[in-house]
């Protein structure tokens, strides 16, 4: 059978600092193939982010000419800051058979479910262990200023009450397991029926064979 396959649109959310940056790169070591949407962002770089790699950083009048070029495919304003995801390097990927991994709030994951690429979606939302835990990781990342930590557990809960839009929802207490629980659900999410367009043909060429035979 011809290994042709369609692009999974892996779309991962979270409150901030319950651990999707962490699984992400995680998620790209374990499948190098798997594409990462970088998003374009009006927000400061943090210490140890590269632009182009982590973020595309622009400011407000770069992020708004890329939305009225209808060049986002999904955009949305976060903690006071602009946040889209760019449209051409995802049809790109996904016409080529590799799957996009996007770490992007519940707007855009609703904006994209709501797109013509809702049958090639797959959303998965990760909770802390509990409200606590994640002040705790919050803090031990250390990349964020203390009124800007306030500001996110703030609106954690914001994000927290959009779990139940999600295909998978995973509480995210030991990170190897929640890997592996992440890497079984792509694999499965792979084999769906609908990113496997070659399997027509496939039971076409059965059919005749069954006929021939018969
Ligand atoms: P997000 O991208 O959701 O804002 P991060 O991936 O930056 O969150 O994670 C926030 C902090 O929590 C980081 O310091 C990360 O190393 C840590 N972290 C992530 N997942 C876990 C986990 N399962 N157990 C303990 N610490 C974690
Ligand atoms: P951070 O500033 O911590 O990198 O991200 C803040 C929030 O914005 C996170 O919830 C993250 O998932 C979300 N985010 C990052 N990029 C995008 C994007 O392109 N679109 C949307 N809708 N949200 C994004």
């Given at each position: 059978m011809?290994d042709?396959?369609?692009?999974l649109?892996?779309?991962?959310?979270?409150p901030?600092?319950?651990?999707?940056s962490?699984?992400?790169?995680r998620l790209t070591?374990?499948d190098?193939?798997l594409a990462f949407?970088?998003?374009?962002t009006t927000?400061p770089?943090r210490?140890g982010e590269?632009?182009?790699?982590?973020?595309?950083f622009?400011d407000?009048?770069?992020?708004k000419a890329m939305?009225s070029?209808g060049e986002m495919?999904e955009?949305?304003?976060v903690?006071?800051?602009?946040y889209g995801?760019?449209?051409g390097?995802v049809?790109?990927?996904?016409?080529?058979?590799k799957?996009?991994l996007?770490?992007i709030?519940?707007?855009?994951?609703q904006?994209?479910?709501?797109s013509a690429?809702?049958?090639h979606t797959?959303?998965?939302f990760?909770?802390p262990?509990?409200?606590?835990?994640?002040?705790?990781?919050l803090?031990s990342?250390?990349?964020?200023?203390?009124?800007?930590?306030a500001?996110?557990?703030?609106?954690?809960w914001?994000e927290i009450?959009h779990w139940?839009g999600?295909?998978?929802?995973?509480v995210?207490?030991?990170?190897?397991?929640t890997?592996?629980?992440?890497?079984?659900i792509i694999?499965?999410?792979?084999?769906?029926?609908?990113?496997q367009?070659?399997l027509n043909?496939h039971?076409?060429?059965?059919?005749q064979?069954f006929?021939?035979?018969t």
């Amino acid at each position: 059978m011809p290994d042709t396959r369609r692009g999974l649109l892996i779309i991962l959310s979270s409150p901030s600092g319950a651990g999707k940056s962490t699984l992400a790169q995680r998620l790209t070591a374990w499948d190098p193939t798997l594409a990462f949407s970088v998003s374009a962002t009006t927000r400061p770089p943090r210490p140890g982010e590269t632009d182009g790699r982590d973020y595309r950083f622009v400011d407000d009048a770069a992020f708004k000419a890329m939305v009225s070029d209808g060049e986002m495919l999904e955009h949305a304003h976060v903690f006071g800051n602009f946040y889209g995801s760019p449209r051409g390097p995802v049809e790109q990927a996904i016409g080529a058979g590799k799957d996009v991994l996007f770490d992007i709030d519940w707007q855009g994951a609703q904006q994209i479910r709501n797109s013509a690429l809702a049958a090639h979606t797959l959303s998965i939302f990760l909770l802390p262990p509990s409200i606590h835990e994640l002040r705790r990781r919050l803090e031990s990342r250390a990349k964020d200023a203390p009124e800007t930590i306030a500001g996110r557990m703030q609106k954690s809960w914001d994000e927290i009450s959009h779990w139940d839009g999600y295909d998978y929802v995973l509480v995210n207490e030991d990170l190897h397991d929640t890997e592996d629980r992440l890497t079984s659900i792509i694999t499965a999410a792979r084999l769906r029926r609908v990113q496997q367009p070659g399997l027509n043909a496939h039971v076409r060429r059965l059919q005749q064979e069954f006929e021939e035979s018969t």
